[in-house]
């Protein structure tokens, strides 16, 4: 059985012992999927690197599963849980962005987000190289010229290789190491903004080399979202065998596969979604 300490956190007790059975994020999603427990391998990494916690019912419901998984005694996952020691709580992003060390960085009390758009390009090498997020914000009050958007590690490692580049109707400020390779980076508007007014801003996730080696990408929908889609396009000389396309919401998950047909991408777009997530995934052969 793998020993914790008493004060380590939900993340930390995962990680180490994941580092002790040997197993990978991909290993434990296809353990707890064979178990009934299907969780996706962006909440694993979340939970992993610290950035989120099990909070949903469904995901609430695999942690003591994970416990055996991984060796652990009973309750000493659950336990680090934070909503299981305090009560409910604010959500993840608003412990971060809570910390001094993200103090003057705009939160999601200023604005709303309305529409979320995610467009990740996958190369002839089967590792996404590429992806690009348009979003539409709304201020809630006068004066409001940006917002905080996070940026996690890949495959649930504390590295991040990850660049953001403005595309448009934007620009990239201040740029912040929050913990375990999270980063907070401040995305300015063009200007600041009105009460009720909107602004469309455009970026893009880059790296140098590839972005991640996961085969699956979604997003993570904070708030409600009046459109939500993800959109995968492949290198027409290497689609996958097979594609899905899911999404979370409510305490609810549904999944179901996709007919490529000789197509070169896979898209899933919600209108009034959220909070929740959703994506897609594939296999190769």
């Not at 296809?30 to 427990?37: I, V």
């Not at 949903?56 to 419901?61: C, E, T, Y």
């Not at 801003?201 to 708030?223: K, M, N, P, R, S």
Request: with cysteine; proline share 4%.
């Amino acid at each position: 059985m793998t020993r914790t300490d008493a004060d380590a956190t939900f993340a930390e007790t995962l990680d180490a012992a994941m580092l002790t059975r040997g197993m990978s994020l991909t290993q434990v999603r296809d353990d707890l999927a064979a178990l009934g427990h299907p969780v996706s391998l962006a909440s694993l990494s979340y939970w992993r690197a610290g950035s989120r916690e099990p909070q949903r019912r469904r995901s609430l419901d695999a942690v003591p599963e994970l416990e055996r998984l991984l060796g652990l005694s009973g309750g000493t996952l659950s336990a680090r849980i934070a909503g299981s020691r305090r009560g409910p709580g604010p959500s993840a992003f608003d412990r971060l962005a809570g910390k001094p060390l993200l103090e003057g960085l705009v939160g999601e009390d200023d604005v709303d987000r309305v529409l979320f758009h995610l467009v990740a390009d996958v190369g002839d090498q089967r590792q996404i190289t590429r992806a690009r997020v348009t979003q539409v914000f709304v201020a809630r009050r006068a004066g409001v010229d940006g917002v905080t958007i996070f940026v996690g590690p890949d495959q649930g490692t504390e590295s991040n290789d990850a660049v953001l580049r403005a595309v448009s109707g934007c620009s990239i400020g201040e740029v912040r190491d929050v913990e375990r390779g999270i980063t907070a980076t401040r995305l300015q508007f063009e200007r600041p903004l009105m009460a009720g007014e909107s602004a469309v801003t455009e970026y893009e996730v880059a790296a140098d080399g590839v972005l991640d080696l996961e085969t699956e990408y979604g997003i993570v929908a904070e708030q409600r979202l009046e459109e939500a889609m993800v959109w995968i396009r492949f290198d027409p000389a290497c689609r996958p065998a097979r594609a899905w396309v899911w999404f979370e919401e409510g305490g609810l998950r549904h999944d179901w596969s996709v007919e490529l047909a000789g197509s070169t991408g896979l898209h899933y777009r919600q209108l009034a979604f959220g909070p929740g997530t959703l994506g897609a995934r594939w296999e190769w052969e």
